[in-house]
């Protein structure tokens, strides 16, 4: 009997499908990386504050995958909510079909994640119960309120909206 070696496809941890070519997930370790590689991205907006660890950065080097560290500011640190300005950045790259398939991702893909991946479906013109319910099922026991108040409030009119958008927007 001859054996075939199989290889396993592990998504990162909150891995979830938005839209096509459009997906949200923490950041991934060594084992996610195949799974990832299949995806064939082109870019990545990392929300985090911190830098992605250096087997992300390798991987993305690997991969010749645009890297967009928009989760930077003065002062900042992990626990920080999600800026206007950020998420209107991050609006700027996943709008522009150029940049996909793309990952949205922060440390684990769940408080500064949902909270874009809220505002995309608030773009979308989902209803508020239904974008909740989305950002509570990757947000498990630790949901902020503050992110879904953020979500709420957001002025999506303030979104630049490309001559070319994605054809799911």
Request: glycine share 6%.
């Amino acid at each position: 009997m001859r054996r075939v070696a199989y290889q396993h496809y592990i998504p990162p941890v909150n891995f979830g499908y938005v839209e096509n070519d459009l997906y949200r997930c923490g950041q991934p370790n060594e084992l996610n990386f195949p799974f990832m590689e299949k995806l064939g991205l082109r870019c990545i907006v990392w929300l985090a504050p911190e830098e992605p660890n250096q087997n992300v950065m390798d991987f993305v080097d690997d991969q010749d995958i645009q890297l967009h560290h928009l989760g930077v500011h003065e002062g900042g640190n992990a626990s920080d909510p999600i800026t206007e300005d950020m998420i209107l950045e991050a609006f700027g790259l996943i709008l522009d079909t150029r940049n996909h398939p793309m990952a949205i991702m922060c440390n684990i893909g769940r408080h500064r994640t949902g909270t874009m991946v809220g505002c995309l479906r608030k773009l979308q013109r989902w209803n508020l119960a239904s974008i909740f319910d989305e950002y509570r099922r990757f947000a498990g026991p630790k949901v902020r309120i503050l992110n879904e108040q953020f979500i709420e409030l957001f002025d999506t009119d303030l979104v630049r909206i490309p001559v070319d958008p994605p054809a799911w927007l």
